[in-house]
């Protein structure tokens, strides 16, 4: 089965930069051969709902962020080593919360991010940013 575990979480000054990690094992394609697939990042604040930051689609590296994280936030992935990364620079005190990883197949990966787009989540890392 599919196993999405994050890592990196911790506090932060505004401005500051933190870099989370996931990995990823098991197959979004239960016993396919195509290898590429859909990740993405997603925040949830205390008292909100969980909310899309980034996500890659790794067939193309293609990635989609939207506008609270945007030119701030960087997805990438490192093949070899199965894992995703957030890079997140400029720290808000906005951006606390816990962040999930998701994992699913690429065809998740449209001009959206949506929970719902996603079956397969990590336990979360929290992130505080102080002022």
């Known amino acids: 089965q599919v196993r999405v575990v994050e890592s990196g979480g911790g506090s932060a000054q505004a401005g500051g930069s933190l870099r989370l990690s996931c990995a990823a094992s098991g197959s979004v394609y239960s016993g396919s051969t195509i290898s590429s697939y859909c990740m993405g990042w997603f925040r949830q604040a205390q008292g909100k709902e969980r909310e899309g930051g980034a996500r890659i689609y790794t067939g193309t590296g293609d990635t989609l962020y939207t506008e609270s994280v945007k030119g701030r936030f960087t997805i990438s992935e490192d093949n070899a080593k199965n894992t995703v990364y957030l890079q997140m620079n400029s720290l808000k005190p906005e951006d606390t919360g816990m962040y999930y990883c998701?994992?699913?197949?690429?065809?998740?990966?449209?001009?959206?991010?949506?929970?719902?787009?996603?079956?397969?989540w990590g336990q979360g890392t929290q992130v505080t940013v102080s002022s």
């Open positions: 998701a994992a699913d197949r690429s065809y998740r990966c449209g001009a959206s991010l949506s929970v719902a787009d996603f079956r397969y």
